[in-house]
C-alpha cells in the first residue's frame, strides 16, 4: 500500500525534506532489523527530532489510517523494526539527547535514540553506569531496549531494562502524549511503565525515558573456568547458584564458539575444552574475593579442567572481548544460523543441555552455543547452509523441537530478544487462549485502531482477535435462573 | 438471566465453596459490614465466586490478611468479600532456581519460614510483614526498608495467575527469572488493588539470605546533615541493604537515643565485607557530622512492630532522596506532630499521625501534594478511618492522559465494575 500524496506532503511539510526518506534506495536500509528473515520496507521512514512531531506523526497517519513501526538503532534480532503492512517508519536516529542528568537522585532522563553505552560513557568518570548492558550496546538504542525489555550479561546481578526504567513518555496509538512514572518512590495509579517496557511498539513510540543508574562497584573480578562437557559446566553453574551467590554475570561457551572466537580474536580460551564459563564478580573488594574464591572452589570441584582469574584490566577485557564478539566469530564456522533465546529454569540446564546434543545429532547440525548460563537463557546458534537446500528447514524445524523442550522443562520463549515477527507464533505454547486475549485486549487500550507495529509480538491466533471470548468457570447448577 | 434474589445467591455460593465456608455478612471491612463472605479453597472456586458475582451484579472485595483495607477510596459497596486465607500453599518451590510458587493467601511469614533451611528470602519487609499476605502485598504494592537494594514487588513477582472480572482465570508472565515473552501482566496487576483481577497465584524471585549482617544508627544534629550522610553513601561504593531515615519521633518511639533525625543503615554480604564496609560507612558519617553506634538485629523487628504498630492516619510520601528535608519540613509545616521515617536511598517515606481531623489533613495533603508534585511525587492515604477519607483524595492527582488510558483499561477489563469498585485513582 503507497501513501497519499497528501500523507507524504505533510510528512515533508512537517520535517523538512532532510525527516523525510522516500526513495527505494534509502528505504531498503530499513526493511529490516538485525533478523533479516523478515524483510519488507516501509513507504516512507521519518526521523524525528521532538515529541511534538512523533506526535504529529502519529496523528496523522492515524487520520490517514497507515501503520507505524518504530525503530531504533535496527539492532533487534526478532524483525521487530520491519514493516509487513508498509507505512511510515519513524526512526529515532536524530532524537539522541541526555535531556537531564540527576546523579544526586541516581537517574538520567534520555531520548529513545541515545545509543545505550553513551549513557554510560557520560557518567563514568564520575563514578556511574547504566546497568543494562545488551552485547549491542555499542551500536544499540536505550528506546529499542525499552521497547524489548533487553537483557545482557549483567542482568543475572542487576535485572533486566524494565528494573532500570522510572518513567517513560510516550506518544500511544492513539495520538496522545502520555507521561508516566519518574524520578520519585511512589506514584499512585496503575503502573504502566512497567507494563509499557516491551511493549516493542505496539503501544506507541517511547519518547522519553528516566532510567535508574548504578554507582560503579568497588571492584571487578572476571574468572575463568573450563570444563570437559557442557554439562558439567551447567551443572557447575546450578552449583554456584545454589551456593547463594549471584555472580554479576555467568555466561557460558561450548567448544563449537570457542574454536570460532579463539580463531577469530586469538587464543582467548583453552583449547581443548568442551565448555568455558565466564564468570564476573563485583560489589565491595571482600566481597568479590571472598566470592570468587569459593566461586573457584565449586568449579573445580566440579571438574574443571582449568580455572583462572584474570589478574588485571587488560586480561578482563581479553576474556570478555571473546565472550562479546562471539556472534560475530560464528561467521568463520557458518554461513547462515537460527538464533534461540528460549530459557529454562536454571536448575534444568544440564537436562536442557543434553537434550540439545540429542537434537542436534539427530538433525545432523552444528549447534555454537554461547549463552546466559546464569538465568538459564540459551542461545544456541543452529548452524545451516542456506545453499544447501532443505537445509534452512532441518535447522528451523531443530529449533522448533528445542523450544518445546525448554517449554516442556517450565521455560519460557524469550529470555530477552522479544517476540517480534519471530516469536510471536510461538506463544500459545506457553499462554492459554485467556491469557492470549487478555494482552490483545491490553494492546487495544493503547492502540485502538491496530496500527502500531502490526503484526508483532501477538500472533495471528482467534484469541487475539475481535469478539473472542475465552471459556469461563462452570457455575453450580441452581446459580441460574 | 443472572440469579437475582438473595436465596438463590447464597444457593450459589454455597455451592462453590460448601455452606460453611460462606457468611452471611462477615466482618465488617472499611467500616461496611458486607453483605456476603466467602472463603474458596482452590483458585477455581474462588474464579466461579467472581464468576457469580460478576452475573449477579456484585462488587467484589478480595481481602488477604486485612492490614491495608483502609487504603483507596472508602468502598461504596462491598457485595461479597472474596477472602484468600485458606489459599495458603506453598505450590511449588525451586531453591536451586531460587523461584516460589504461592497462593495469594500465603503470608509473608510463612513463605520465610518454608525458605529459611535453604538460607533464602524473598526480600519484602512492609509493616507487618510477616503477617501480611502475598497477594495482599502485591496488590497494595507495600514495601519496607529492604526495597533500598532488591526493589519492590514489581522487581520480583515472576508471574501471576489471577481471576478476571467475569471469572475467567488468567496467567500473565513466566515461571522463569528472565522471560520477556508477551507483555508484562505482572507489573500491571502490582499496586492495582485488585481493581483488574483477583490475584490467586503467584510466582516470585527469591535471594540468598545474607551470610553475616551489620546494622548501624548514625544519628545526627539536623535533618540536613542526615540528608548529607545520605548523598555521601549513595555517591559511593557501599552497598546498604537498608537506609532508613528515623527522626525522633520514631527514634523514641523504638526505644533509641532520639537526635533531630538518624539514620540506620545495614549491610549484609559475607562477613569480610561486612567488616571492611564497617569502616566506609562510619567514616562517611563521622564526614558528616554524626557519630555512629552498632545495633543489634532485632533493631528490624523492633522498628517493623513501632511502623506496624501505629495506630492512626498513615501517609506514604514519594519523593527523592536529595529532598529529604524540604519534605520532613514539609511535613512537620502542616502536620506538625506526624512522625517520619522511611527508605531515605530511595526518597520513599512514611509520615504517622496520631491526631488529625479531616480538614486539617485536606490542607496539608494539598500543600504537601504541591511540595513532591514538584519532582512528580505522590502522597498516598495508606490509612485512615472511612470518615476522613471520605473527605478526600487518598490518591493524589494522577495527570490526565495518564489517567484517561487507566480508566480505558478498568472499562476494557472490569466493564460492570465488579472488582472494587469506586475504590482505585480517579474512582476507578
Same mark, same amino acid.
Given at each position: 500500500?503507497?501513501?497519499?500524496?497528501?500523507?507524504?506532503?505533510?510528512?515533508?511539510?512537517?520535517?523538512?525534506?532532510?525527516?523525510?526518506?522516500?526513495?527505494?534506495?534509502?528505504?531498503?536500509?530499513?526493511?529490516?532489523?538485525?533478523?533479516?528473515?523478515?524483510?519488507?520496507?516501509?513507504?516512507?521512514?521519518?526521523?524525528?527530532?521532538?515529541?511534538?512531531?512523533?506526535?504529529?506523526?502519529?496523528?496523522?497517519?492515524?487520520?490517514?489510517?497507515?501503520?507505524?513501526?518504530?525503530?531504533?538503532?535496527?539492532?533487534?534480532?526478532?524483525?521487530?523494526?520491519?514493516?509487513?503492512?508498509?507505512?511510515?517508519?519513524?526512526?529515532?536516529?536524530?532524537?539522541?539527547?541526555?535531556?537531564?542528568?540527576?546523579?544526586?537522585?541516581?537517574?538520567?532522563?534520555?531520548?529513545?535514540?541515545?545509543? #545505550?553505552?553513551?549513557?554510560?560513557?557520560?557518567?563514568?568518570?564520575?563514578?556511574?553506569?547504566?546497568?543494562?548492558?545488551?552485547?549491542?550496546?555499542?551500536?544499540?538504542?536505550?528506546?529499542?531496549?525499552?521497547?524489548?525489555?533487553?537483557?545482557?550479561?549483567?542482568?543475572?546481578?542487576?535485572?533486566?531494562?524494565?528494573?532500570?526504567?522510572?518513567?517513560?513518555?510516550?506518544?500511544?496509538?492513539?495520538?496522545?502524549?502520555?507521561?508516566?512514572?519518574?524520578?520519585?518512590?511512589?506514584?499512585?495509579?496503575?503502573?504502566?511503565?512497567?507494563?509499557?517496557?516491551?511493549?516493542?511498539?505496539?503501544?506507541?513510540?517511547?519518547?522519553?525515558?528516566?532510567?535508574?543508574?548504578?554507582?560503579?562497584?568497588?571492584?571487578?573480578?572476571?574468572?575463568?573456568?573450563?570444563?570437559?562437557?557442557?554439562?558439567?559446566?551447567?551443572?557447575?553453574?546450578?552449583?554456584?547458584?545454589?551456593?547463594?551467590?549471584?555472580?554479576?554475570?555467568?555466561?557460558?561457551?561450548?567448544?563449537?564458539?570457542?574454536?570460532?572466537?579463539?580463531?577469530?580474536?586469538?587464543?582467548?580460551?583453552?583449547?581443548?575444552?568442551?565448555?568455558?564459563?565466564?564468570?564476573?564478580?563485583?560489589?565491595?573488594?571482600?566481597?568479590?574475593?571472598?566470592? +570468587?574464591?569459593?566461586?573457584?572452589?565449586?568449579?573445580?570441584?566440579?571438574?574443571?579442567?582449568?580455572?583462572?582469574?584474570?589478574?588485571?584490566?587488560?586480561?578482563?577485557?581479553?576474556?570478555?572481548?571473546?565472550?562479546?564478539?562471539? +556472534?560475530?566469530?560464528?561467521?568463520?564456522?557458518?554461513?547462515?544460523?537460527?538464533?534461540?533465546?528460549?530459557?529454562?529454569?536454571?536448575?534444568?540446564?544440564?537436562?536442557?543441555?543434553?537434550?540439545?546434543?540429542?537434537?542436534?545429532?539427530?538433525? #545432523?547440525?552444528?549447534?555454537?552455543?554461547?549463552?546466559?548460563?546464569?538465568?538459564?537463557?540459551?542461545?544456541?546458534?543452529?548452524?545451516?547452509?542456506?545453499?544447501?537446500?532443505?537445509?534452512?528447514?532441518?535447522?528451523?524445524?531443530?529449533?522448533?523441537?528445542?523450544?518445546?523442550?525448554?517449554?516442556?522443562?517450565?521455560?519460557?520463549?524469550?529470555?530477552?530478544?522479544?517476540?517480534?515477527?519471530?516469536?510471536?507464533?510461538?506463544?500459545?505454547?506457553?499462554?492459554?487462549?485467556?491469557?492470549? #486475549?487478555?494482552?490483545?485486549?491490553?494492546?487495544?487500550?493503547?492502540?485502538?485502531?491496530?496500527?502500531?507495529?502490526?503484526?508483532?509480538?501477538?500472533?495471528?491466533?482467534?484469541?487475539?482477535?475481535?469478539?473472542?471470548?475465552?471459556?469461563?468457570?462452570?457455575?453450580?447448577?441452581?446459580?441460574?435462573? | 438471566?443472572?440469579?437475582?434474589?438473595?436465596?438463590?445467591?447464597?444457593?450459589?455460593?454455597?455451592?462453590?465453596?460448601?455452606?460453611?465456608? $460462606?457468611?452471611?455478612?462477615?466482618?465488617?471491612?472499611?467500616?461496611?459490614?458486607?453483605?456476603?463472605?466467602?472463603?474458596?479453597?482452590?483458585?477455581?472456586?474462588?474464579?466461579?465466586?467472581?464468576?457469580?458475582?460478576?452475573?449477579? !451484579?456484585?462488587?467484589?472485595?478480595?481481602?488477604?490478611?486485612?492490614?491495608?483495607?483502609?487504603?483507596?477510596?472508602?468502598?461504596?459497596?462491598?457485595?461479597?468479600?472474596?477472602?484468600?486465607? @485458606?489459599?495458603?500453599?506453598?505450590?511449588?518451590?525451586?531453591?536451586?532456581?531460587?523461584?516460589?510458587? $504461592?497462593?495469594?493467601?500465603?503470608?509473608? !511469614?510463612?513463605?520465610?519460614?518454608?525458605?529459611?533451611?535453604?538460607?533464602?528470602?524473598?526480600?519484602?519487609?512492609?509493616?507487618?510483614?510477616?503477617?501480611?499476605?502475598?497477594?495482599?502485598?502485591?496488590?497494595?504494592?507495600?514495601?519496607?526498608?529492604?526495597?533500598?537494594?532488591?526493589?519492590?514487588?514489581?522487581?520480583?513477582?515472576?508471574?501471576?495467575?489471577?481471576?478476571?472480572?467475569?471469572?475467567?482465570?488468567?496467567?500473565?508472565?513466566?515461571?522463569?527469572?528472565?522471560?520477556?515473552?508477551?507483555?508484562?501482566?505482572?507489573?500491571?496487576?502490582?499496586?492495582?488493588?485488585?481493581?483488574?483481577?483477583?490475584?490467586?497465584?503467584?510466582?516470585? @524471585?527469591?535471594?540468598?539470605?545474607?551470610?553475616?549482617?551489620?546494622?548501624?544508627?548514625? /544519628?545526627?544534629?539536623?535533618?540536613?546533615?542526615?540528608?548529607?550522610?545520605?548523598?555521601?553513601?549513595?555517591?559511593?561504593?557501599?552497598?546498604?541493604?537498608?537506609?532508613?531515615?528515623?527522626?525522633?519521633?520514631?527514634?523514641?518511639?523504638?526505644?533509641?537515643?532520639?537526635?533531630?533525625?538518624?539514620?540506620?543503615?545495614?549491610?549484609?554480604?559475607?562477613?569480610?565485607?561486612?567488616?571492611?564496609?564497617?569502616?566506609?560507612?562510619?567514616?562517611?558519617?563521622? @564526614?558528616?557530622?554524626?557519630?555512629?553506634?552498632?545495633?543489634?538485629? /532485632?533493631?528490624?523487628?523492633?522498628?517493623? *512492630?513501632?511502623?506496624?504498630?501505629?495506630?492512626?492516619?498513615?501517609?506514604?510520601?514519594?519523593?527523592?532522596?536529595?529532598?529529604?528535608?524540604?519534605?520532613?519540613?514539609?511535613?512537620?509545616?502542616?502536620?506538625?506532630?506526624?512522625?517520619?521515617?522511611?527508605?531515605?536511598?530511595?526518597?520513599?517515606? *512514611?509520615?504517622?499521625?496520631?491526631?488529625?481531623?479531616?480538614?486539617?489533613?485536606?490542607?496539608?495533603?494539598?500543600?504537601?501534594?504541591?511540595?513532591?508534585?514538584?519532582?512528580?511525587?505522590?502522597?498516598?492515604?495508606? @490509612?485512615?478511618?472511612?470518615? $476522613?477519607?471520605?473527605?478526600?483524595?487518598?490518591?493524589?492527582? $494522577?495527570?490526565?492522559?495518564?489517567?484517561?488510558?487507566?480508566?480505558?483499561?478498568?472499562?476494557?477489563?472490569?466493564?460492570?465494575?465488579?472488582?472494587?469498585?469506586?475504590?482505585?485513582?480517579?474512582?476507578?
Amino acid at each position: 500500500m503507497a501513501l497519499s500524496a497528501s500523507v507524504v506532503a505533510a510528512l515533508q511539510r512537517l520535517l523538512g525534506p532532510a525527516g523525510v526518506v522516500l526513495t527505494p534506495e534509502g528505504r531498503l536500509t530499513y526493511e529490516s532489523d538485525m533478523l533479516t528473515l523478515y524483510k519488507a520496507a516501509p513507504d516512507a521512514v521519518v526521523l524525528p527530532t521532538s515529541t511534538d512531531e512523533v506526535q504529529a506523526i502519529v496523528r496523522l497517519c492515524r487520520e490517514a489510517h497507515v501503520p507505524v513501526v518504530p525503530r531504533g538503532s535496527g539492532t533487534g534480532l526478532i524483525g521487530g523494526a520491519t514493516a509487513p503492512h508498509g507505512g511510515v517508519m519513524v526512526a529515532m536516529t536524530r532524537m539522541t539527547q541526555i535531556l537531564e542528568l540527576d546523579l544526586a537522585n541516581r537517574c538520567a532522563t534520555v531520548q529513545p535514540g541515545l545509543i #545505550n553505552l553513551w549513557l554510560t560513557n557520560a557518567v563514568r568518570e564520575r563514578g556511574w553506569f547504566f546497568a543494562p548492558d545488551p552485547s549491542s550496546q555499542m551500536v544499540s538504542s536505550i528506546g529499542g531496549n525499552v521497547a524489548t525489555n533487553a537483557g545482557g550479561p549483567h542482568c543475572l546481578k542487576y535485572g533486566i531494562t524494565t528494573n532500570h526504567v522510572l518513567g517513560l513518555e510516550m506518544v500511544t496509538g492513539t495520538g496522545d502524549v502520555v507521561r508516566v512514572g519518574g524520578k520519585a518512590a511512589e506514584r499512585a495509579g496503575y503502573d504502566l511503565t512497567g507494563v509499557m517496557v516491551g511493549n516493542e511498539g505496539t503501544f506507541g513510540l517511547v519518547t522519553a525515558i528516566t532510567v535508574r543508574l548504578l554507582h560503579l562497584p568497588e571492584a571487578v573480578k572476571t574468572a575463568l573456568a573450563s570444563f570437559a562437557s557442557l554439562v558439567e559446566a551447567s551443572e557447575a553453574v546450578s552449583a554456584i547458584i545454589a551456593a547463594g551467590i549471584i555472580p554479576a554475570a555467568l555466561e557460558m561457551l561450548d567448544d563449537a564458539m570457542i574454536g570460532a572466537v579463539n580463531a577469530a580474536v586469538g587464543k582467548v580460551y583453552p583449547d581443548g575444552a568442551g565448555a568455558v564459563l565466564l564468570i564476573e564478580l563485583d560489589g565491595p573488594r571482600a566481597e568479590v574475593e571472598a566470592q +570468587a574464591e569459593r566461586v573457584a572452589a565449586i568449579c573445580r570441584e566440579r571438574q574443571a579442567l582449568v580455572v583462572t582469574v584474570a589478574r588485571d584490566e587488560a586480561e578482563r577485557a581479553l576474556l570478555w572481548k571473546g565472550r562479546k564478539e562471539a +556472534a560475530g566469530a560464528v561467521g568463520r564456522i557458518t554461513a547462515a544460523y537460527l538464533l534461540q533465546d528460549a530459557v529454562v529454569p536454571r536448575s534444568r540446564l544440564p537436562q536442557i543441555m543434553r537434550e540439545m546434543v540429542a537434537i542436534s545429532k539427530r538433525h #545432523n547440525l552444528l549447534f555454537a552455543n554461547v549463552f546466559h548460563a546464569g538465568d538459564g537463557n540459551l542461545h544456541p546458534l543452529i548452524c545451516y547452509d542456506d545453499r544447501k537446500p532443505g537445509e534452512l528447514e532441518r535447522a528451523q524445524q531443530a529449533n522448533e523441537e528445542l523450544l518445546h523442550a525448554c517449554i516442556a522443562l517450565g521455560g519460557t520463549v524469550s529470555g530477552e530478544h522479544g517476540i517480534g515477527m519471530d516469536k510471536a507464533k510461538n506463544l500459545p505454547l506457553q499462554y492459554a487462549e485467556a491469557d492470549l #486475549n487478555f494482552m490483545f485486549r491490553l494492546r487495544r487500550v493503547f492502540d485502538p485502531d491496530g496500527l502500531m507495529n502490526p503484526a508483532k509480538l501477538l500472533p495471528s491466533h482467534p484469541a487475539c482477535g475481535e469478539g473472542f471470548r475465552p471459556s469461563r468457570p462452570t457455575l453450580p447448577a441452581g446459580t441460574w435462573v | 438471566m443472572a440469579v437475582t434474589t438473595g436465596a438463590a445467591l447464597a444457593d450459589g455460593l454455597r455451592a462453590i465453596v460448601g455452606a460453611e465456608h $460462606v457468611r452471611e455478612g462477615g466482618s465488617p471491612v472499611d467500616g461496611v459490614v458486607p453483605r456476603w463472605s466467602a472463603a474458596p479453597a482452590s483458585i477455581e472456586q474462588a474464579a466461579a465466586l467472581v464468576a457469580l458475582a460478576h452475573d449477579a !451484579g456484585l462488587a467484589v472485595f478480595p481481602r488477604g490478611s486485612g492490614s491495608t483495607l483502609e487504603l483507596g477510596h472508602a468502598a461504596a459497596r462491598v457485595d461479597l468479600v472474596l477472602e484468600t486465607r @485458606r489459599l495458603d500453599a506453598v505450590l511449588e518451590y525451586n531453591p536451586d532456581d531460587l523461584t516460589v510458587t $504461592v497462593q495469594a493467601g500465603c503470608t509473608a !511469614g510463612a513463605l520465610a519460614t518454608r525458605l529459611a533451611p535453604r538460607r533464602q528470602m524473598l526480600p519484602l519487609d512492609p509493616p507487618g510483614w510477616s503477617a501480611r499476605s502475598l497477594g495482599g502485598i502485591a496488590a497494595t504494592q507495600a514495601s519496607g526498608p529492604l526495597r533500598l537494594r532488591y526493589g519492590t514487588m514489581r522487581d520480583l513477582l515472576l508471574g501471576v495467575r489471577f481471576a478476571q472480572a467475569d471469572g475467567v482465570l488468567t496467567w500473565g508472565g513466566a515461571k522463569v527469572v528472565k522471560s520477556v515473552s508477551g507483555y508484562d501482566v505482572p507489573k500491571l496487576m502490582v499496586g492495582a488493588l485488585g481493581t483488574l483481577g483477583v490475584l490467586l497465584e503467584l510466582t516470585l @524471585r527469591l535471594h540468598p539470605a545474607p551470610d553475616y549482617e551489620s546494622t548501624w544508627l548514625a /544519628s545526627f544534629r539536623t535533618p540536613a546533615h542526615a540528608q548529607e550522610c545520605v548523598a555521601a553513601l549513595l555517591d559511593s561504593t557501599v552497598q546498604p541493604n537498608r537506609l532508613e531515615l528515623l527522626d525522633s519521633r520514631v527514634l523514641a518511639v523504638c526505644n533509641l537515643p532520639v537526635s533531630a533525625a538518624a539514620l540506620v543503615i545495614s549491610i549484609g554480604t559475607v562477613e569480610p565485607a561486612v567488616r571492611a564496609e564497617e569502616g566506609l560507612v562510619k567514616a562517611i558519617v563521622q @564526614r558528616a557530622h554524626g557519630t555512629t553506634e552498632t545495633m543489634g538485629a /532485632s533493631f528490624w523487628r523492633t522498628y517493623d *512492630r513501632a511502623l506496624a504498630g501505629f495506630d492512626g492516619v498513615t501517609l506514604r510520601i514519594g519523593t527523592v532522596p536529595a529532598r529529604l528535608v524540604e519534605t520532613l519540613g514539609a511535613v512537620q509545616a502542616v502536620l506538625p506532630g506526624a512522625a517520619m521515617a522511611g527508605a531515605a536511598g530511595l526518597g520513599a517515606l *512514611r509520615a504517622l499521625i496520631t491526631h488529625a481531623d479531616a480538614a486539617t489533613l485536606l490542607e496539608a495533603l494539598e500543600r504537601l501534594r504541591a511540595t513532591v508534585g514538584e519532582v512528580d511525587g505522590a502522597v498516598i492515604v495508606e @490509612r485512615a478511618p472511612r470518615a $476522613v477519607r471520605e473527605r478526600l483524595d487518598p490518591w493524589g492527582p $494522577v495527570p490526565a492522559a495518564a489517567l484517561t488510558v487507566m480508566r480505558t483499561m478498568k472499562t476494557e477489563f472490569d466493564p460492570r465494575g465488579v472488582l472494587n469498585p469506586g475504590r482505585f485513582v480517579g474512582g476507578l
